[in-house]
């Protein structure tokens, strides 16, 4: 089993920065891949983001590629993901997810999912 808790949500006027975080406990991420994914209200879950635990890969989602950036910390197993050039339409609960497959951009690929965090974006 692995934990997923994620912070760093807020309320932040267009244009500005803000970077969430998705700490694990239990199990490590081991050869897991974590994923970003966000939800409005109304809308279906969106992926966002998405890295490989081991190694260096990184995806993105066409609508954020560019201002967001996804990494992580081995050592503290978190996964960040830093947003800049924030959008109203940025707004959206975001969730962090690990899953087996590397880049999926799927909720169905990712088994374990944390709470969520959520980023309001005011224009």
């Known amino acids: 089993q692995v934990q997923l808790v994620e912070s760093g949500g807020g309320l932040v006027q267009a244009g500005g920065s803000l970077r969430l975080s998705c700490a694990a406990s239990g199990r490590t991420f081991g050869t897991y891949s974590v994923g970003w994914f966000r939800q409005a209200p109304g809308k279906e879950r969106e992926f966002v983001a998405a890295i490989r635990w081991r190694g260096f890969s990184t995806y993105y989602a066409d609508s954020v590629q560019g201002r967001f950036t996804i990494s992580k910390d081995d050592a503290k197993s978190t996964v960040y993901l830093q947003m800049n050039s924030l959008k109203p339409e940025d707004t959206a609960l975001y969730h962090c997810?690990?899953?087996?497959?590397?880049?999926?951009?799927?909720?169905?690929?990712?088994?374990?999912w944390g709470q969520g965090t959520q980023v309001t974006v005011s224009s």
């Open positions: 997810a690990a899953g087996r497959i590397p880049g999926a951009k799927q909720p169905s690929g990712y088994n374990y």
